[in-house]
Structure formats: structure tokens, C-alpha cells
């Protein structure tokens, strides 16, 4: 019996910058005999394809490569724990820890109903349920990569995330536009390339929304040295861009995580109710906030119940992307660095515990931290 074929081995390229592209290819044309670029990217100093030896070894000696890398795989960051009830909401608005450690509790979300200033909100992610009732309408369609099944979330995470930034019931912003970015296969993983795929999109939809500003969710993340996810996360905030990115649920340094390892991104570790960092969250001097990330409610796809409780680093990650993008509404844009500090210098310090040393011990708040003797 013949042994399955094997497919060829895809690379990401990433030229240096200020390389001429078309220069590039045109030295590197007459190395191209079997093999095969992929894809292109209109904004990103990199490009994909399969190459042979002799490819490979004009590449790796060309002045204007910066990195050569395999295109590998990464997974969502989420974790599910039903019979909860919510409460994230109530804690991003207030100062005073939660009087009850009972998730069923309800409590009140106080936020300022004039952030109505129009903000684009890009979930990379499975897509999203753009009809779901929960979204009034706001959510849409952005980009699917080749090969995906389009306009469709399978997978579901992508809804959930956004339902977290956005949604009408328990979303941190309840005006914003979620676009989604489907990347993310119904398996619950992506591509380094698939990645790059969605960050050129942002990029480009950035540019073409007429000065809208933009707010970009990262729910996932990967344990390798993927240097041109960061390089080009980080092009995305040098066009202006906003990007929160999950620091992720394995209990470790999130420093070695791509992209939370990012200097420039918003790195979000999960906190419960009780005021402690999750077990699973990941730490580290990366780490810029924790926010709610245990037991949050959350909308199925399709399944007998309306809502399911989960918990992970991806939902904290929503409620700061949610976060920024209600702050731009309310006060206009700024500079993604600005917004960062922003977040930090509005925040709770000092409140959660068993955070690790060398981990900023800081809780979002939205700015309406009344330190009372209980939660309303």
C-alpha cells in the first residue's frame, strides 16, 4: 500500500524593512523552479509559499530576508465551566471587591451611555454569529481566509468574544461594530499564515474606514518563536490600531507567548470573582491587566441552551478590547500607547492576589470605581 502523500512544507518570509519587493521577486525568480508563492500581503514585509533547496538557500543568504519559518499551527485560548452566572460586568465598574462570592448574584454595570462615537471593533478569530439578536445589528463581516468556510462561526468562539466586547446583554461596550475576521479553522486553530492573512486585513480596512477608529481582539496565541506575528502585531499599532491580545491559560510566563509577549499590546491575564488571578492564567512583566475571566455567559451556536459559562484568558481579553473601545467612544481616539496607560492609570492596583512576582497586579475599571462596603 502506498504511504500517503505528503504535503510540502509551507514558509513565511519576512524581507527586512524598506526592502523593494519588486526588486526581490526579481532577483529570486530565476530560483523559483518548483517551487510556489502562495500568498502575498498587501501591507506586510512578508510573503508564503513553497520553496526548494535551492529556493531556500537563496533565501536564507539574501540581504533582505529578515526570517525564514515554517507556517504552524496555534490554538484558541478557552477552557469551559458550566452552572455559572455572571458577574465580570459588575466588577469592571465598581472598586469595592464583590460582597458575594456567589456567581448567580446579580449586580449592577454602571458605565456613561454618551460613549457613542463610532468605533470598528476586528475579532480575529472562527467568525461571528452576525445575526445573532444579541448584536442589534452592529456585526458584520470582514474577511474569511481562502479555504475557510465563509461567513459562518462553526467553532463559536468568535461569537462569544464578541458577544463579551459587544453584545447588548453582557458586552463591556454595547455600540460597537464587530467585524469579524475568520482566521481560526471550526478545530479551533490558526496558521501562522492565516494570522498574517487577518493582520494585512485590519490593516487595510483600517486604512479605507475614512479615519474610523480601530480596536483589534487577539484571542489566541502560541508557545514558539514566531517572530513575524509580533513584527507585524506590531506594524498594525504603528498604523494606529489598538490590539489586545490574551496572555493565555497555561499557567506560565506569558512572555514566551505569541503575540502576548508583544511590548506594545494590551496583555490580558484572567481574574475571578473572589479577586485572585485564575490558576490557568498565564503572568509576567507582559502582562499589562487582568480582567474578569472566570464562569462569563457567553452565547452557543446552535446548542439547547441560549447561554454557557466559560472561562479562560480569551473572554478577560474581550472585556479590555471592549474596554478601549469604550473609552475612544467616549473620549475620542489616541495613540495606542496612550490608551494603554490609559487603561493602567484607570485601573485597580494592588486588589487581586496570588499574582506572581514581577506581574502587575492591576484590575481594569471603567472608571466608575466607588470604593463602597458592598456591590450594588
Given at each position: 500500500?502506498?504511504?500517503?502523500?505528503?504535503?510540502?512544507?509551507?514558509?513565511?518570509?519576512?524581507?527586512?524593512?524598506?526592502?523593494?519587493?519588486?526588486?526581490?521577486?526579481?532577483?529570486?525568480?530565476?530560483?523559483?523552479?518548483?517551487?510556489?508563492?502562495?500568498?502575498?500581503?498587501?501591507?506586510?514585509?512578508?510573503?508564503?509559499?513553497?520553496?526548494?533547496?535551492?529556493?531556500?538557500?537563496?533565501?536564507?543568504?539574501?540581504?533582505?530576508?529578515?526570517?525564514?519559518?515554517?507556517?504552524?499551527?496555534?490554538?484558541?485560548?478557552?477552557?469551559?465551566?458550566?452552572?455559572?452566572?455572571?458577574?465580570?460586568?459588575?466588577?469592571?465598574?465598581?472598586?469595592?471587591?464583590?460582597?458575594?462570592?456567589?456567581?448567580?448574584?446579580?449586580?449592577?454595570?454602571?458605565?456613561?451611555?454618551?460613549?457613542?462615537?463610532?468605533?470598528?471593533?476586528?475579532?480575529?478569530?472562527?467568525?461571528?454569529?452576525?445575526?445573532?439578536?444579541?448584536?442589534?445589528?452592529?456585526?458584520?463581516?470582514?474577511?474569511?481566509?481562502?479555504?475557510?468556510?465563509?461567513?459562518?462561526?462553526?467553532?463559536?468562539?468568535?461569537?462569544?468574544?464578541?458577544?463579551?466586547?459587544?453584545?447588548?446583554?453582557?458586552?463591556?461596550?454595547?455600540?460597537?461594530?464587530?467585524?469579524?475576521?475568520?482566521?481560526?479553522?471550526?478545530?479551533?486553530?490558526?496558521?501562522?499564515?492565516?494570522?498574517?492573512?487577518?493582520?494585512?486585513?485590519?490593516?487595510?480596512?483600517?486604512?479605507?474606514?475614512?479615519?474610523?477608529?480601530?480596536?483589534?481582539?487577539?484571542?489566541?496565541?502560541?508557545?514558539?518563536?514566531?517572530?513575524?506575528?509580533?513584527?507585524?502585531?506590531?506594524?498594525?499599532?504603528?498604523?494606529?490600531?489598538?490590539?489586545?491580545?490574551?496572555?493565555?491559560?497555561?499557567?506560565?510566563?506569558?512572555?514566551?507567548?505569541?503575540?502576548?509577549?508583544?511590548?506594545?499590546?494590551?496583555?490580558?491575564?484572567?481574574?475571578?470573582?473572589?479577586?485572585?488571578?485564575?490558576?490557568?492564567?498565564?503572568?509576567?512583566?507582559?502582562?499589562?491587566?487582568?480582567?474578569?475571566?472566570?464562569?462569563?455567559?457567553?452565547?452557543?451556536?446552535?446548542?439547547?441552551?441560549?447561554?454557557?459559562?466559560?472561562?479562560?484568558?480569551?473572554?478577560?481579553?474581550?472585556?479590555?478590547?471592549?474596554l478601549v473601545a469604550y473609552f475612544i467612544a467616549l473620549l475620542g481616539d489616541m495613540r495606542p500607547d496612550i490608551m494603554s496607560q490609559y487603561v493602567v492609570d484607570h485601573a485597580l492596583?494592588?486588589?487581586?492576589?496570588?499574582?506572581?512576582?514581577?506581574?502587575?497586579?492591576?484590575?481594569?475599571?471603567?472608571?466608575?470605581?466607588?470604593?463602597?462596603?458592598?456591590?450594588?
Amino acid at each position: 500500500m502506498a504511504e500517503p502523500k505528503k504535503e510540502p512544507t509551507t514558509y513565511i518570509i519576512t524581507l527586512k524593512k524598506g526592502v523593494d519587493k519588486d526588486a526581490h521577486f526579481g532577483a529570486l525568480r530565476p530560483h523559483l523552479f518548483g517551487s510556489d508563492i502562495k500568498f502575498t500581503f498587501k501591507h506586510l514585509d512578508a510573503y508564503s509559499g513553497t520553496f526548494t533547496e535551492e529556493a531556500l538557500g537563496f533565501l536564507g543568504a539574501s540581504s533582505d530576508v529578515k526570517e525564514i519559518e515554517e507556517d504552524t499551527l496555534f490554538p484558541l485560548f478557552d477552557k469551559t465551566v458550566q452552572d455559572q452566572a455572571p458577574w465580570g460586568l459588575n466588577r469592571i465598574s465598581q472598586g469595592a471587591p464583590l460582597s458575594s462570592t456567589d456567581p448567580t448574584r446579580p449586580g449592577e454595570y454602571k458605565y456613561d451611555n454618551n460613549a457613542r462615537n463610532t468605533v470598528n471593533v476586528y475579532i480575529i478569530d472562527t467568525g461571528i454569529k452576525v445575526d445573532l439578536g444579541d448584536f442589534e445589528g452592529r456585526a458584520r463581516w470582514g474577511y474569511t481566509f481562502p479555504g475557510l468556510e465563509p461567513d459562518v462561526d462553526k467553532h463559536g468562539h468568535g461569537t462569544q468574544v464578541a458577544s463579551v466586547i459587544g453584545g447588548a446583554s453582557f458586552g463591556v461596550f454595547k455600540n460597537a461594530n464587530l467585524i469579524a475576521v475568520k482566521v481560526v479553522d471550526d478545530e479551533g486553530n490558526v496558521s501562522q499564515l492565516r494570522a498574517l492573512a487577518g493582520i494585512d486585513f485590519v490593516i487595510e480596512a483600517a486604512r479605507l474606514s475614512g479615519g474610523c477608529p480601530s480596536v483589534v481582539n487577539m484571542s489566541w496565541g502560541e508557545r514558539q518563536d514566531i517572530t513575524s506575528i509580533d513584527e507585524h502585531v506590531e506594524k498594525m499599532i504603528e498604523c494606529g490600531i489598538h490590539v489586545c491580545a490574551a496572555a493565555g491559560n497555561s499557567n506560565m510566563d506569558a512572555n514566551a507567548v505569541s503575540p502576548a509577549r508583544v511590548a506594545s499590546v494590551n496583555t490580558v491575564g484572567a481574574s475571578n470573582i473572589s479577586d485572585e488571578r485564575c490558576s490557568f492564567s498565564n503572568f509576567g512583566t507582559v502582562v499589562n491587566v487582568f480582567a474578569p475571566g472566570e464562569n462569563i455567559p457567553v452565547p452557543t451556536i446552535g446548542g439547547p441552551d441560549p447561554w454557557i459559562f466559560q472561562s479562560g484568558t480569551s473572554l478577560a481579553c474581550a472585556h479590555v478590547t471592549g474596554l478601549v473601545a469604550y473609552f475612544i467612544a467616549l473620549l475620542g481616539d489616541m495613540r495606542p500607547d496612550i490608551m494603554s496607560q490609559y487603561v493602567v492609570d484607570h485601573a485597580l492596583h494592588g486588589v487581586l492576589r496570588d499574582i506572581p512576582a514581577g506581574t502587575p497586579n492591576i484590575l481594569i475599571n471603567n472608571g466608575y470605581a466607588v470604593l463602597e462596603p458592598e456591590d450594588s
